[in-house]
T-cell receptor
Framework: NAGVTQTPKFQVLKTGQSMTLQCAQDMNHEYMSWYRQDPGMGLRLIHYSVGAGITDQGEVPNGYNVSRSTTEDFPLRLLSAAPSQTSVYFC????????FGPGTRLTVL | KNQVEQSPQSLIILEGKNCTLQCNYTVSPFSNLRWYKQDTGRGPVSLTIMTFSENTKSNGRYTATLDADTKQSSLHITASQLSDSASYICVVETLNAGNNRKLIWGLGTSLAVNP
């Protein structure tokens, strides 16, 4: 039982590049979400999903896309990376009790 | 404005000592209050979740209290261990205008336990 896994752990991008942050869970949770964590700010919700095929925007969705084709996977896509997207990204699974992945530390140059 | 404020911002204690972290919130409507522990370089881990009717909840050496009237919560750590060194984050769940759940995150208290 791996819980929530995220890949990669670290990533450096150049401005304008695109990439996908992977997230998978093996707890059969319907609810999954993506957050970013920046110094001096609380975690901010980017996108969330209440089940396969259903996604919705959080507080800071601009510049990010998500899809949910299966219950297990919830990838986050950066369409055209910008320095403002330098952050630590966490995927979470579960609604009442949330289980967080280990995070992806992204730097955009 | 919905806000969650935590104090102190940082705290240093000696191993074996107790400590109490504070959380004040101005969130309405209130659904529940959560405490998370976040180790450096890791994702947050849930410690406790309390609803309006619960005024205390324990998880091992961690005890959270909630006063819904004054909108205050505290997290008490007993007999601290070096592994308690982490950031402790208070989160309040509410409902937004569309009646969807929303989490209001505090900035956390950074706790260092020294030998």
């Amino acid at each position: 039982n791996a819980g929530v896994t995220q890949t990669p752990k670290f990533q450096v991008l150049k401005t304008g590049q695109s990439m996908t942050l992977q997230c998978a869970q093996d707890m059969n949770h319907e609810y999954m979400s993506w957050y970013r964590q920046d110094p001096g700010m609380g975690l901010r919700l980017i996108h969330y999903s209440v089940g396969a095929g259903i996604t919705d925007q959080g507080e800071v969705p601009n510049g990010y896309n998500v899809s949910r084709s299966t219950t297990e996977d919830f990838p986050l896509r950066l369409l055209s990376a910008a320095p403002s997207q330098t952050s630590v990204y966490f995927c979470a699974s579960g609604s009442h009790t949330q289980y967080f992945g280990p995070g992806t530390r992204l730097t955009v140059l | 404005k919905n806000q969650v404020e935590q104090s102190p911002q940082s705290l240093i204690i000696l191993e074996g000592k107790n400590c109490t972290l504070q959380c004040n919130y101005t969130v309405s409507p209130f659904s529940n209050l959560r405490w998370y522990k976040q180790d450096t370089g890791r994702g947050p881990v849930s410690l406790t979740i309390m609803t309006f009717s619960e005024n205390t909840k324990s998880n091992g050496r961690y005890t959270a209290t909630l006063d819904a009237d004054t909108k205050q919560s505290s997290l008490h750590i007993t007999a601290s261990q070096l592994s308690d060194s982490a950031s402790y984050i208070c989160v309040v769940e509410t409902l937004n205008a569309g009646n969807n759940r929303k989490l209001i995150w505090g900035l956390g208290t950074s706790l260092a336990v020294n030998p």
